[in-house]
């Protein structure tokens, strides 16, 4: 009570009498989250406005006659005739290591009940994006805990991968292994005292999605031991659309904190189709002419100014990076839609999820044939390279092979073997949720397949096959596995020990 | 062109026509309302009421509202008057209403421009920052 009061006291002393010079306007319309204001003859594009009651908007329209403000939050208690305020500032939203842990919405105010954010920093939340001069090469690698992924699809630091496919394929699943994924690397690496290891911080953006959902994220985040390294801003369906879509640039200036203060950073924007409808909704309302599909004509621009902003930056510029996960839901698997084409054209690669392959039990259901990693083995481990090398080439033969033998005629020796090794290598690549491997797993389980040790084993028990070789490699081969780990590459030495190791596995499996 | 767009256009060729020397003109605005009565154009009642919105923000431009709580000398009300009109390069016209509610001190409006020292909006102020 009493710092209270010293904090009372501290304000009166420090209040001044001059005159306060501030631009105002009244509202003329208010609806649908928009508010059309005549007057504020000051104000700048973008510029945030004081609303009665602490309400703030954003100027998105600047008429000759009025200004066309978008309202961030409730605007129920608006009405015509209320004075609105200029601040002569963007809008802006807390940063730092106070939000690891945290729920926010799209301001950066916390919604998780567990008090104020601790931060002495803010970023603007519209803000330009790293220059040429400013980047560096993407050669560091993200793991993202997903044996498909990681051997055929690789992705590096600074890098955009998109996650596409139909509703109900994987998509979020694979965002959020790839966030606990980076926990569990941050918690061995930092045990591990290693000065240059370098953790990967998390931050969800969760955009018009069901609360339920969020809920649920959140949920296997804690119980996976994830959050304590992640952020999540929340900008559910309930929210107004200009909070959907404010709120991955929220994500994107609190993910800019960390790139810019030499650290690495993962974002997942979940999902853009419904950040484009927030902002169609948003452009059709202050009637701004509308497009393709009803899409206004900068959609492309929206995401590409905020998909910009994730970059590996040199030294000079922070020495950090931002690596973006943004995900887009298709309809019927179109791919040639307007949204999704936009998207592909912007990110530096994609990981296309089918329906047929889930529907087939193949999860992840990733279609090795349609996803591609532009910057590709450039962000590979070299243990990883060395045995996902042919991966990507078997199961492109395979899959030509397959549609053949479809026909079921007869087939040499030498198909049948191709067809039994792809059969294999999909069985292999099959992964329950929320399960990330750890690279030097993938790489103990990838040599074997390379050098034939599942041959003789029935495809229908694949999977138990690398469970238990993966189980045995954790418990009775640490010191192996930690070699793989650090060494991150296989030398002699280690393909002898793998080869003792497998040797002395294979019997233990019936 | 749309209807909107037209009615607009012509009620800012009525205020050009009712301005003279810079400065909004009474004898001009009646010339113009005369015109408009004799001759009524098509959606007269909207050309009227965009004229109107025109003139009213023509006024407030030349204006000063000047709010006060308690007495204010007319010395002090030309020293506004004359600080404004060398601000805004024209000639400002001082309006002086009484206002309890600003409690101490003076709120001075004009057009979209407001300069507040009065003891309300420093309470406020106090208010948000430490909510």
């Known amino acids: ?510 | 062109m749309t209807q909107n767009k037209q009615i607009k256009e012509f009620a800012k060729q009525l205020l050009k026509m009712s301005v003279e020397g810079g400065d909004l003109s009474a004898d001009r605005v009646d010339g113009v309302l005369t015109a408009l009565n004799k001759n009524p154009p098509r959606h007269h009642i909207a050309v009227l009421k965009a004229y109107l919105k025109l003139v009213e923000r023509e006024v407030a431009k030349s204006t000063a509202i000047i709010s006060h709580a308690g007495a204010i000398g007319a010395r002090s009300v030309e020293l506004i008057s004359k600080q404004l009109s060398a601000k805004y390069g024209r000639s400002i016209v001082p309006i002086t209403r009484e206002e309890p509610s600003l409690i101490a001190g003076l709120r001075v409006v004009v057009d979209c421009d407001v300069y507040d020292s009065s003891i309300s909006n420093v309470l406020s102020t106090l208010e948000s920052s430490l909510s």
């Open chain 1, 1 to 510: 009570m009493s710092s209270v009061i010293e904090q009372i006291e501290q304000q009166i002393a420090n209040l001044q009498t001059k005159a306060v010079a501030s631009n105002t306007g009244k509202i003329l319309k208010i609806g649908d989250g928009v508010a059309k204001i005549d007057g504020l003859s000051e104000v700048m594009y973008n510029e945030m406005i004081a609303f009665p009651g602490g309400t703030i908007g954003i100027a998105l329209n600047l008429e000759e006659d009025e200004v066309g403000a978008v309202v961030l939050g409730e605007s129920n208690h608006l009405k015509q005739g209320d004075e609105v305020k200029c601040t002569g500032t963007l809008l802006s939203v807390p940063v730092g290591k106070g939000l690891l842990g945290r729920v926010v919405d799209a301001l950066g105010q916390p919604v998780d009940g567990k008090g104020a954010i601790e931060s002495s920093e803010t970023y603007p939340v519209e803000r330009i994006a790293p220059g040429i001069i400013e980047r560096k090469s993407v050669d560091q690698p993200l793991m993202t805990g997903i044996q498909a992924i990681d051997s055929m699809i690789p992705i590096g630091r600074g890098q955009r991968e998109l996650i596409i496919g139909d509703r109900g394929t994987g998509k979020t699943t694979i965002a959020i292994d790839t966030i606990i994924n980076q926990a569990n690397i941050n918690k061995v690496g930092i045990a591990s005292g290693d000065p240059d290891f370098r953790p990967v911080y998390s931050i969800y953006v969760a955009i018009g999605q069901k609360n339920s959902n969020v809920a649920r994220t959140l949920g296997v985040l804690e119980e996976k031991g994830a959050l304590e390294y992640t952020i999540i801003v929340s900008a559910p369906a309930a929210d107004a659309a200009a909070n959907q879509y404010i709120a991955p640039y929220t994500g994107a200036a609190i993910g800019e904190w960390f790139m810019a203060n030499g650290m690495d950073a993962l974002i997942v924007y979940d999902d853009l189709s419904k950040h484009a409808a927030a902002y169609r909704q948003m452009s059709l309302i202050l009637k701004r002419p509308s497009g393709r599909e009803a899409y206004p004509g900068d959609v492309f621009y929206l995401h590409s100014r905020l998909l910009e902003r994730s970059a590996r930056v040199s030294k000079d510029h922070g020495n950090g990076s931002l690596t973006a996960l943004p995900i887009i839901e298709t309809l019927a698997g179109d791919l040639a839609a307007y949204i999704p084409t936009n998207v592909i054209s912007i990110t530096d690669g994609q990981i296309f999820l089918e329906t047929d392959l889930f529907n087939q039990g193949i999860r992840p259901a990733v279609s090795v044939g349609l996803s591609v990693s532009r910057v590709g083995s450039a962000a590979q481990q070299k243990a990883t390279k060395q045995v996902a090398g042919k991966i990507k080439l078997e199961l492109a033969q395979f899959r030509e092979l397959a549609a053949f033998a479809q026909f079921g005629s007869d087939l040499d020796a030498k198909t049948k073997a191709q067809l039994d090794r792809g059969a294999r290598i999909v069985e292999l690549f099959k992964q329950p949720a929320f399960n990330p491997i750890p690279i030097e797993q993938q790489v103990g389980v990838l040599w074997a397949m390379q050098n034939n040790v599942f041959d003789d084993i029935d495809v229908s028990k694949m999977v138990a096959a690398s469970n238990s070789l993966r189980d045995f490699l954790s418990s009775r081969k640490e010191v192996l596995l930690t070699s793989v780990r650090e060494k991150a590459k296989i030398d002699d030495d280690l393909t002898t020990q793998l080869k003792a190791a497998v040797d002395e596995w294979k019997p233990t499996f019936a």
